[in-house]
């Protein structure tokens, strides 16, 4: 039987030692298999010819039939580029290159018949098409090309000249090596009843598709199998806890809470946030361990919600933990819950990487001994040296920052599974949350308390001077009435080999972003663009940059700023917001960083460079910078989108809106589910390689209805054996989906 997996991707033709070790790096492609599951961003039918005196302008991409009549060179240095006056008879069109002139007047020949192919534009009233695709018209047979496959490359790969129609050319080579069916994951009765393509048709039409109902098809069998593994992990791994845990019983809302509720509580509770504390006190005393997804927009009062829960273990006798994903945020969660619990004896300490010798020491005792009841901290609690005398509760803010690892190592910490409170501002809509977060119960936060105003939202387009002027100057007005000003930038300077919002969105994994720069930058902001697209994209705006271009204005004379990146270490990064809030510098310039946690009241204003290069939940949440301490706040939008684009499209909706689960929505109808989520949580981008969440709302539930029926027929797929190997292998590549190992 024909094994795709075992199969070293260096030995297919044109690939070798060397292409393969790019492809190892560049995209995880190391045999058959992994390229075989290397599927398309777009198609383009090449069975079509046009004429030349049919196309204009606005076309996406057309193929033509005709001949060179001659050659022309046109500039000097940089500037110099080849021109061929290309004709079928209808008229002409200019193809034109920018690179490599030499060797493609020696390549093409005049009078020679070729088939063109690429995006046509017009330029002083002709057509032209820049750096084409050319064949022998002898030689290509459109009849039977059908939809030609595109691929996503990065720019190491197209050094080593592996370019989509690279990748095209090794595709053809593995699908003709399928003589054989390959072994079917999926039950005939799965397959009968939803009407899927087997899997080796699929995986050919999914690559070489000749026609566009033979490519729906391939793609909605192959986006039923990974969302139906994705279904039977999170349902085993679910079924798999309750049998292992059954959780502590929490009997009582005690003396702690209702004095908290009556002497501390700082404003009235919001109905939402009642209604939440009652699923919460239902779960805790079910008898069953809590697992709860606690959503809510930023602002809607989460953390208050978060504490009150802690308090009702401590008044049955346990300890709490909160656990978050910086030492920012954790440091800001310790400063608010001691600030709500003030004049009540709780004994609340914070443990992160900073805190060391015997500071920390008297903390891990305290813990074995019960007198610390609140224990607030980052990765540093989940470690092998921190126990607890009597763990019942755990709360994680910004799930979706940590793997299910991380989740599960907290289980250990207590003789029974502490009960488990998950927090994300990140608004997901209720398709995504079944797809991710199918094991969790979900609670939703849609007031604000009282206090908080709208936060208003403006595009600026970065070439209207005067509009810039005008907001620089708005913001000198705020400064000088004492409120402080965030400024946002995706780059940490211009020599950065990655842009820091794309480190920062891959950080909480550990996982690789692939690219440099920008495309790294929009890899990690999954905005939906191919790399034509992204290549007409102007650099991205650095910190270094901006707060030289800020420094020189004559609106900030005086002002002192300051940065903060995630090349800052944790001692600099708090210095930093000390000095930030303090007032001692009111303008921050800083990367994505601020987004996780950031809390400073007197915050009024925040400025976003490249505001249309982010995702809208990512912007969402650094809109939520702003506001907090009930002043009338502002988010400007920097943008040099053109106004007919869908970049522009997208802060239309951002400018008109404050309703994150609208947003959400938005977001994935835009661009996937990718940034949505975040790395951690789904495995880079999205982790599926063909759902489309808003899209494929049927496959979702279709799934989830077949794996719960094998799940309750069959646990551990022991009757399987074919089904439990794809999905095993499937988990690895996806480690931080749900496992019920």
């Known amino acids: 039987m024909f094994d795709l997996a075992s199969r070293d991707i260096k030995y297919l033709s044109g690939v070798g030692p060397q292409r393969a070790s790019v492809l190892n790096k560049e995209l995880n492609i190391y045999s058959l298999h992994d390229l075989l599951y290397y599927f398309p961003y777009k198609y383009v039918d090449r069975s079509r010819i046009y004429y030349i005196h049919e196309i204009d302008g606005t076309m996406p991409y057309i193929q033509l039939k005709g001949e060179i009549l001659g050659f022309e060179t046109i500039g ?7 021109i061929a006056h290309f004709s079928d008879g209808t008229g002409i069109a200019d193809l034109v290159w920018f690179q490599g002139i030499k060797f493609l007047v020696g390549k093409y020949k005049v009078h020679q018949e070729y088939i063109v192919f690429g995006k046509p534009s017009v330029f002083n009233g002709r057509i032209n098409i820049a750096h084409p695709d050319i064949d022998n018209a002898s030689e290509l047979k459109l009849s039977t090309m059908g939809l030609q496959p595109y691929y996503n490359t990065t720019e190491k790969m197209k050094r080593s000249s592996l370019n989509s129609h690279a990748i095209e050319k090794m595709m053809s080579a593995v699908v003709q090596q399928l003589h054989e069916p390959l072994p079917e994951t999926l039950s005939s009765a799965i397959l009968t009843e939803h009407h899927l393509m087997p899997l080796t048709e699929a995986l050919r039409n999914i690559h070489f598709p000749a026609n566009p109902e033979l490519l729906r098809k391939a793609q909605y069998r192959l986006k039923f199998e990974e969302l139906f593994y994705v279904q039977l992990n999170i349902l085993r791994y679910a079924k798999d806890r309750q049998r292992k845990y059954r959780g502590y019983v929490f009997e009582t809302v005690g003396e702690i809470f209702n004095t908290f ?46 504490l009150m ?40 300490e914070l443990l992160t990487g900073s805190v060391k010798g015997k500071k920390r020491e008297a903390i891990l005792i305290g813990l074995l001994t019960g007198d610390v009841r609140i224990l607030i901290g980052t990765h540093a609690v989940i470690e092998d040296t921190v126990n607890f ?27 029974t599974a502490p009960h488990l409170l998950v927090m994300t501002a990140t608004p997901i809509p209720r398709t995504a949350a079944m797809t991710w977060f199918g094991d969790l119960d979900i609670s939703w936060l849609t007031e604000l308390p009282g206090g908080r105003k709208p936060i208003r939202t403006f595009v600026v387009p970065e070439a209207n001077g005067p509009l810039m002027a005008e907001m620089f100057g708005l913001i000198r007005k705020r400064i000088d009435a ?7 930038c995706p780059r940490i300077d211009a020599d950065a080999e990655d842009a820091d919002g794309a480190l920062a969105a891959s950080a909480a994994s550990g996982s690789k972003t692939a690219g440099s720069s920008a495309a790294a930058f929009d890899d990690a902001y999954d905005l939906g663009e191919d790399d034509e697209q992204r290549a007409q994209r102007p650099p991205l705006h650095s910190v270094a940059e901006i707060v030289e271009r800020l420094q020189s204005l ?48 007197k915050a009024s204003c925040i400025v976003i460079f490249d505001a249309d290069r982010y995702g809208l939940s990512q912007l969402h949440q650094l809109r939520g910078r702003v506001g907090r301490g009930g002043t009338d706040s502002g988010a400007f939008l920097i943008s040099r989108a053109p106004a007919d684009s869908d970049a522009a499209r997208r802060l239309d909706v951002i400018q008109g809106t404050l309703d994150g689960a609208e947003i959400a929505q938005a977001d994935l109808e835009f661009r996937g589910a990718g940034d949505v989520l975040g790395d951690a949580q789904s495995g880079g981008k999205s982790g599926l390689k063909l759902l489309r969440v808003v899209k ?46």
């Open 482 to 488: 004492g409120e402080r000003a965030y400024v946002v």
């Open 696 to 741: 494929d709302v049927k496959i979702i539930e279709h799934a989830r209805v077949e794996a719960t029926r094998l799940v309750a027929q069959d646990p551990d797929l022991l009757e399987h054996v074919q089904l439990a190997g794809a999905v095993l292998d499937f988990t690895r590549g996806n480690e931080t989906f749900l496992t019920s190992n």
């Open 389 to 415: 005398s009597s763990l019942g509760l755990v709360v994680i803010d910004e799930q979706h920052r940590f793997g299910v690892e991380q989740r599960e190592s907290l289980n250990a910490k207590g003789s």
């Open 261 to 306: 509720y009556a002497k501390n509580l700082p404003f009235e509770l919001t109905g939402a946030q009642k209604r939440v504390l009652k699923e919460i006190r239902r779960d805790v005393g079910s008898g069953k361990q809590m697992n709860r997804l606690l959503q809510g927009d930023v602002g809607s009062g989460k953390t208050l919600v978060a």
């Open 309 to 348: 829960s802690m308090l009702i273990a401590l008044d049955n006798g346990y300890q709490a933990c909160m656990m978050a994903p910086t030492e920012i945020l954790a440091n800001q969660h310790f400063e608010t819950i001691r600030e709500l619990l003030y004049g009540m004896d709780i004994r609340v």
């Open 76 to 82: 000097e240095g940089r500037q110099r580029r080849l």
């Open 554 to 601: 004559p609106q900030f004379k005086g002002i002192r700023f300051a940065t903060l990146t995630g090349r800052d270490d944790d001692t600099t990064k708090s210095q930093v917001m000390a000095d930030f809030e303090s007032g001692i510098t009111p303008i921050l310039v800083a990367t994505t960083v601020i987004v996780v946690g950031v809390d400073v009241a």
